[in-house]
């Protein structure tokens, strides 16, 4: 069963540094999703992608993030000029087309800036 | 301010207890989903409520939708260490079909 997988599972790096996350969402699935978990709370929504078109983004996301679905398939989350505030776990979830379709999940990327 | 209010926000029990977690909103939802999450790992679906007033069983967990569909609940009977884990109540807002907007969760603890 391939569920959907993100890459790196961790990841350390410097205040300042750029990042960039994967993630490869069920086969089948043309929806994908990235979302921001904090420890104490909730996902938060960040963008939403239909095949390969953005069709939502969350205000949260800064102009210091930037999402693409080049193919339709996998997708790429880059976070240029890290700041303290971006540690988080970065989710990615997938559903297929219908309205109101339960969002599988991944395991998330752990980001933390030193 | 949080659209949905989850409660209690922790909760530890003795194995073989019952509890009921609530997650409640003065909005309305077209559907409600219930999650688990375990540290490290992403949430996992457990259950979608859709109609108002709804009741959907899975073995021991038991999940209720409001009338209104701004609120829900989950009972878990018989509670086991194997529940341990944060659970998060998650839905659409009405008109928002894609946007899933999350609780901040209740970590429940089992204890053997």
């Known amino acids: 069963d391939t569920g959907v997988s993100q890459d790196p599972r961790h990841k350390i790096t410097k205040r300042g540094q750029n990042v960039t996350f994967r993630c490869d969402p069920i086969?089948?699935?043309?929806?994908l999703y990235w979302y921001r978990q904090t420890l104490g709370q909730g996902p938060e929504f960040l963008t939403y992608?239909?095949?390969?078109?953005?069709?939502?983004k969350s205000r949260l996301l800064s102009d210091r993030f930037s999402a693409e679905r080049p193919k339709g398939s996998f997708s790429t989350l880059e976070i240029q000029r890290t700041e303290q505030g971006d540690s988080a776990m970065y989710l990615c979830?997938?559903?297929?087309?219908?309205?109101?379709?339960?969002?599988?999940f991944g395991d998330g990327t752990r980001l933390s800036i030193l | 301010t949080q659209l949905l209010e989850q409660s209690p926000q922790f909760l530890s029990i003795q194995e073989g207890e019952n509890l009921t977690v609530y997650c409640n909103s003065s909005?309305?939802?077209?559907?409600l989903q219930w999650y688990r999450q375990e540290p490290g790992e992403g949430p996992v679906l457990l259950v979608t409520?859709?109609?108002?007033?709804e009741v959907k069983k899975l073995k021991r967990l038991t999940f209720q939708f409001g009338d209104a569909r701004k609120d829900s609940s989950l009972h878990i009977t018989a509670a086991q260490p194997g529940d341990t884990g944060l659970y998060l109540c998650?839905?659409?807002?009405?008109?928002?079909?894609?946007?899933?907007?999350f609780g901040s969760g209740t970590q429940l603890t089992v204890l053997p």
């Open positions: 909005s309305v939802f077209s559907s």
């Open positions: 979830a997938s559903s297929p087309r219908g309205v109101y379709q339960p969002q599988h």
């Open positions: 409520v859709v109609t108002g007033g």
């Open positions: 086969s089948e699935h043309n929806r």
């Open positions: 998650a839905g659409f807002l009405s008109g928002s079909a894609r946007q899933l907007t």
């Open positions: 992608f239909q095949n390969e078109a953005q069709l939502e």
